[in-house]
């Protein structure tokens, strides 16, 4: 399934690209695909295609500052500066789409800004989240990870496979690791969100995830007040949507019907429901 649409928008005074697919705003939910330290739209690949055939919902995805072919982020970036696309970008971006149901999908970096957007606003638009392999702290094993991409990016190779997606990679790739290599962002620590979440959650993570160990999804199951799901995908890494997708995509579709239908349910608004019959597609 090809997009639908695509184009540039404007949020916190920088113009973004993102890609539609599926139904628009006006005629269903929208799964809002929110991407990683070094991802943009292109960078997921098939998923949202697929995610749009198999659930029947609308999927966006865009490209925050300075990846992909969005305006050049100005860096450096401040070391909050997940929470700031949370709660000052990440609503912009809904409104100028006209977003009025939503289940954000983040990724890492991305998984941050999904459940700080969750637990710092009350945006009655959320109706649930799936994080794929989330930060909530910082990790000494993950730390060491992004330093080593660091050598790598220096000792060349890298600039230029990025170069095929992003504008400005030496933007992307330092406006993200200059980040998180910043001795300030050692204690980092945005854990306290998840006291706050009002919305169900789908917490996914690659067993061998280098980035991350599974404790960031052990504290989401042990501090969300919401209902919480979780997926360990074994022989996966740090993006077990790409390296496993079929049980990823599986559990992805079948949480999104089941609590889109809920909620519709809940609120008198079943024109806006899928079919559960498309999840099957995704069936072993």
């Known amino acids: 399934m090809a997009p639908w649409g695509a184009g540039r928008l404007e949020a916190g005074g920088k113009m973004l690209d993102y890609a539609c697919w599926g139904p628009p705003p006006q005629q269903a ?5 929110v991407h990683e330290g070094l991802g943009c739209v292109a960078l997921w690949r098939d998923v949202p295609a697929r995610l749009a055939a198999a659930t029947g919902l609308g999927v966006v995805a865009y490209s925050r500052a300075g990846y992909g072919q969005s305006d050049p982020a100005d860096l450096p970036r ?8 949370a709660i000052e970008i990440l609503p912009q971006v809904l409104d100028a789409l006209g977003i009025g149901s939503v289940v954000l999908i983040g990724h890492s970096d991305g998984a941050t800004i999904a459940a700080e957007f969750a637990g710092r606003l009350s945006d009655d638009r959320l109706r649930a989240l799936v994080l794929i392999a989330p930060h909530f702290f910082t990790e000494e094993t993950g730390l060491a990870e992004i330093a080593t991409a660091r050598d790598a990016y220096r000792a060349g190779g890298i600039r230029e496979r990025m170069s095929k997606y992003h504008r400005d990679p030496d933007n992307a790739f330092l406006g993200w690791n200059d980040a998180w290599l910043d001795e300030g962002f050692q204690p980092w620590n945005v854990a306290e969100v998840i006291d706050s979440w009002r919305v169900p959650c789908l917490a996914i993570q690659g067993a061998e995830d280098q980035y991350g160990s599974l404790a960031q999804i052990r504290e989401v199951e042990r501090r969300s007040p919401a209902p919480v799901e979780v997926l360990v995908v074994e022989g996966a890494r740090h993006a077990p949507h790409l390296e496993k997708p079929e049980p990823v995509l599986t559990a992805i579709t079948a949480f999104c019907i089941a609590r889109i239908t809920a909620a519709g349910s809940a609120s008198g608004n079943r024109e806006a429901n ?9 069936n072993a």
Do not use: A, W
């Open 274 to 282: 899928p079919d559960p019959d498309q999840v099957s597609q995704y």
């Open 78 to 85: 401040p070391l909050d500066y997940m929470t700031r696309e």
């Open 29 to 33: 939910p929208t799964l809002v695909m």
